[in-house]
């Protein structure tokens, strides 16, 4: 076994790395932008290296950077994590060039999987069955648009080298093609350095089901059965879980056989995964292969009580896989596993990458039940440069739907102030009866999104306002005594709990802001018992208690529970299906709004301009594109909000731009 290791990679999946290791009594080395200097793998790692600027082709990407740490650094391997270099074949190479163990496959067997054009090749002679498409070299334009007629739409365009849902559209006709082919190449040669993409026949509605697959120097190779992750957005996965739902113990065998045949004709060493398009009827296409540890490794170590970082680490020392994995073709899951993953993003504004410093984050307690892998804690910064995930939920249980059950109560104890955040979207997720069925398929996010998000008009209801109020009088009664020792005066009123307040003895507002709009609630009492008023609806309030965020009191006669967030500057009150959050403003305040002008186009956040498509003086439609822009590794589109006269452009293709930056002027009705 290493007693020193290198990680080449940052956020969670390096603690995640950490951690293992920490256990197994081997030494860990980080590396870091500057961008992560204070970052938490910085941290917890034993010894940290910078190596380079934010941006990923300045630091993480540095193969040489990172080889000559490694051998400055005294680690005998390297481990790639997820993303950047950890499917390059070159690095991987360079890494053994250099005397030191690359924790993962052979370059050989990456070259061959890593392209998704030469894998579906080799699946194809394997008698895999591989969905009709192009996964030629000539990438001529012409060519690959006479392709796409010969296999028919709906069609998908893919990055080669490509994963993590980047560089991939879907084109249902000729007329897109041209457009979605130079988008796609684009953003595939910025997230991975080549734009060669492959072309494959749109199989509708399908499920993405993968298997986990192991082999070691010694000739074992083993699949640790499947993971469900057909609940996508724009093929991002958004929950995975194991077992799948969906897969009968004849179509594993099938699978399972079909996974470990891929790996075996590569004499495939360490983690990889076989990924599988599933049809409504359980036919089945081979997809890609990852020739890495997944994102969502963790939920197959919760059923399988497996340690995958420790066997990846095994494995590349020398070691066989344990007898135990070898001498079962399928080893039987014990219970149900999901996984989600919180980002920093605003669904409401079309997932909206964040950014900015996490002023408050509450995760749920790590237990038997939930695990928590994170890069982040309270404090520290989403920055722009690199994938916006604030952490993984994993949840354990019997079965699926006790887990579904243990995801929603996690789920609740999360919350996030600084950058807007995807909880509240993934709260409705793991409620929606697409998932809670198992009936899910890969589109179904896209196809139904309303069903999803805010519509900006949901009806709050009195209830979660009178919940918010209680528990600001209760935040409010017990700073009373500090208050009071700090006047001096033990005869001071903000030492009585009994409602005074100047010029208003025996009542209280308490002003919250609900999506911007003011809402006034009057309170009569104190010490748990009270009258609240709001507008013409009146509530009596008895026993109300605030304890350990836990909210309980009775409300006309019944009681209630919610959980609470509260500091200073707002309220979150949960009430076990739906969080709601509130402003706190003063209960007395003039409250001002604001409108916004349709005459220019802002950057929504920090980014670089990839592309601009207007100049002055041009006659625009309403939501015509006019310029593309790179930000968090995604492309995003900025149209025009009205029709109009392009007065000014004041960006350039390849600027770095500020959120909030103006872009284009227009004038003219």
């Known amino acids: 076994m290493f007693n020193r290791i290198l990680i080449a990679n940052r956020g969670e999946i390096a603690c995640r790395v950490i951690r293992t290791c920490r256990r197994l009594g081997i030494e860990t080395v980080a590396v870091y932008s500057e961008a992560d200097a204070s970052a938490q793998h910085v941290r917890q790692a034993d010894v940290a290296y910078p190596i380079g600027g934010p941006r990923p082709a300045d630091s993480y990407l540095r193969g040489d950077a990172i080889i000559d740490v490694a051998k400055r650094s005294g680690a005998q391997a390297i481990h790639p994590g997820y993303g950047f270099l950890s499917e390059n074949a070159d690095f991987a190479e360079a890494v053994e060039r250099a005397g030191l163990a690359f924790i993962g496959p052979s370059a050989d067997s990456m070259r061959r999987m890593g392209s998704k054009a030469g894998a579906k090749d ?39 080298y490509g994963g993590g849902g980047k560089g991939m559209r879907i084109v249902r006709s000729t007329g897109e ?10 953003e595939a040669k910025n997230a991975f350095g080549r734009d060669r993409v492959l072309l494959e026949r749109y199989i509708e509605q399908p499920r993405h089901i993968e298997f986990q697959v192991f082999g070691d120097r010694h000739g074992n190779i083993v699949h640790l059965n499947e993971r469900e992750c057909s609940a996508q957005r724009r093929y991002q996965k958004v929950l995975e879980e194991t077992p799948s739902p969906f897969v009968t113990p004849d179509l594993r065998a099938k699978m399972g056989d079909a996974a470990i045949a891929a790996a075996r004709a590569l004499d495939y060493v360490n983690a990889g995964t076989v990924e599988f398009i599933v049809g409504q009827g359980g036919d089945f296409y081979f997809m890609e292969i990852n020739t890495r540890l997944q994102v969502e490794h963790p939920v197959t170590e919760m059923v399988l009580g497996l340690d995958l970082v420790e066997l990846q680490l095994r494995v590349a020392s020398g070691e066989a896989l344990p007898g135990s994995l070898i001498r079962n073709k399928s080893i039987p899951a014990n219970g149900h596993a999901i996984e989600l993953r919180l980002y920093a993003e605003d669904p409401d504004q079309g997932f909206l990458p964040g950014s900015g410093t996490l002023e408050k984050l509450h995760l749920p307690q790590p237990s038997e039940h939930v695990r928590i892998d994170s890069g982040v804690i309270e404090g520290d910064t989403v920055t722009i440069f690199y994938d916006p995930m604030i952490a993984k939920l ?5 079965n699926r739907e006790a887990a579904l059950l243990r995801m929603r109560e996690a789920l609740a104890g999360c919350g996030v102030v600084g950058p807007k955040s995807n909880i509240e979207f993934l709260e ?14 890969t589109g179904y996010l896209d196809r139904h999104l309303d069903e999803f998000v805010s519509t900006g008009s949901d009806d709050v209801g009195q209830d979660a306002l009178f919940a918010a109020a209680l528990a600001w009088l209760a935040h409010e009664e017990a700073q009373a005594p500090s208050l009071a020792r700090a006047s001096g005066d033990p005869h001071s009123p903000w030492a009585r709990a009994d409602g005074w ?11 919250l802001l609900d999506r911007g709009t003011r809402v006034e609630i009057s309170a009569h009492g104190a010490n748990g018992r009270y009258r609240l008023g709001l507008g013409e609806h009146q509530c009596t309030v008895e026993r109300a208690s605030l304890r350990d965020g836990i909210l309980s009191a009775e409300f006309d006669g ?35 709004t604001s409108a916004t002008s349709g005459d220019r186009v802002v950057a929504p956040m920090p980014g670089r301009i990839v592309v601009v498509k207007a100049k002055a003086g041009d006659e625009v439609a309403e939501g015509q594109e006019l310029l593309v822009m790179e930000a968090m590794k995604m492309e995003l589109s900025l149209k025009a909000p009205r029709a109009g006269t392009v007065d000014a452009v004041q960006a350039a293709a390849g600027d770095f731009v500020e959120a909030d930056a103006v872009l284009v002027r227009l004038v003219g009705a």
């Open 501 to 511: 307040r100047l010029g208003h003895p025996g009542k209280r507002i308490v002003a």
């Open 558 to 592: 019944v009681t209630r529970r919610w959980r609470v967030t509260l500091d200073e500057e707002r309220v979150v009150v949960h009430d076990g299906v739906r969080r709601h959050v509130f402003q706190h403003a003063p209960a007395f305040a003039y409250a001002t």
């Open 122 to 160: 080799l699946m194809a002679r394997g008698g895999v069955p591989v969905v009709p498409g192009y996964t030629g070299d000539d990438q001529d334009p012409a060519l690959l648009a006479r392709e796409a007629e010969r296999i028919g739409f709906p069609l998908m365009i893919k990055a080669a």
């Open 428 to 441: 409705r997720l793991v409620r929606h009866p697409a998932v809670v069925e198992g009936r899910i398929d």
């Open 177 to 186: 093609f041209a457009a979605n082919l130079e988008s796609c190449q684009r």
């Open 394 to 398: 994993i949840v354990w249980d019997a």
